[in-house]
T-cell receptor, first 115, second 112 residues
Framework: DGGITQSPKYLFRKEGQNVTLSCEQNLNHDAMYWYRQDPGQGLRLIYYSQIVNDFQKGDIAEGYSVSREKKESFPLTVTSAQKNPTAFYLC??????????????FGDGTRLSIL | GESVGLHLPTLSVQEGDNSIINCAYSNSASDYFIWYKQESGKGPQFIIDIRSNMDKRQGQRVTVLLNKTVKHLSLQIAATQPGDSAVYFCADTPGGSYIPTFGRGTSLIVHP
């Protein structure tokens, strides 16, 4: 079945540590996205990528980094500069970012907590 | 999408009733709108979408209504079932960018 796989499902971070969240899709989608979800809040865009080797900052990119070396993969690194990283992180993909290339398809998320 | 407040709006209904979930958006240039359903611990699932050249679109047991004059979107679920219990998000896409902006969501609770 085609879909988006996020791993791990749960992740714990120590002070001063960088952690990387994995996102893989086999939908042959060009565009991929990372969102952060806090309790009782909507999804906030961290980064997105329209094509391999290209990515753009979203609304809350500070303290995060991404790479897009392969079409299928869009890993997110939560760096030690992100002072409040505890949240539910969602990865999504779509055919593209233009009209007619939506909607987004989502993975089942990674819950990150501070130790 | 919706704005303000720390608590999710909640809609409680009885099984078999019809549910209406509302959403206000702020950008008059938005021209594509999506409803998602999110169950606890999972990612959002696409339910239905509508473009700004339409006022109404129907799916299986769901209908989306768009009122561009007052920038309002609603999701109607017919014969609501316990499996419909979830958080429902609307998202709009500002003109020129098809990156959706998500509302805070509405929690739907269906009582058997």
């Amino acid at each position: 079945d085609g879909g988006i796989t996020q791993s791990p499902k749960y992740l714990f971070r120590k002070e001063g540590q960088n952690v990387t969240l994995s996102c893989e899709q086999n939908l042959n989608h060009d565009a991929m996205y990372w969102y952060r979800q806090d309790p009782g809040q909507g999804l906030r865009l961290i980064y997105y990528s329209q094509i391999v080797n290209d990515f753009q900052k979203g609304d809350i990119a500070e303290g995060y980094s991404v790479s897009r070396e392969k079409k299928e993969s869009f890993p997110l690194t939560v760096t030690s500069a992100q002072k409040n990283p505890t949240a539910f992180y969602l990865c999504a993909s779509s055919l593209g970012t233009g009209a007619g290339n939506q909607p987004q398809h989502f993975g089942d998320g990674t819950r990150l907590s501070i130790l | 999408g919706e704005s303000v407040g720390l608590h999710l709006p909640t809609l409680s209904v009885q099984e078999g009733d019809n549910s209406i979930i509302n959403c206000a958006y702020s950008n008059s240039a938005s021209d594509y709108f999506i409803w998602y359903k999110q169950e606890s611990g999972k990612g959002p699932q696409f339910i239905i979408d509508i473009r700004s050249n339409m006022d109404k679109r129907q799916g299986q047991r769901v209908t989306v209504l768009l009122n561009k004059t007052v920038k309002h979107l609603s999701l109607q679920i017919a014969a609501t079932q316990p499996g419909d219990s979830a958080v429902y998000f609307c998202a709009d896409t500002p003109g020129g960018s098809y990156i959706p902006t998500f509302g805070r969501g509405t929690s739907l609770i269906v009582h058997p």
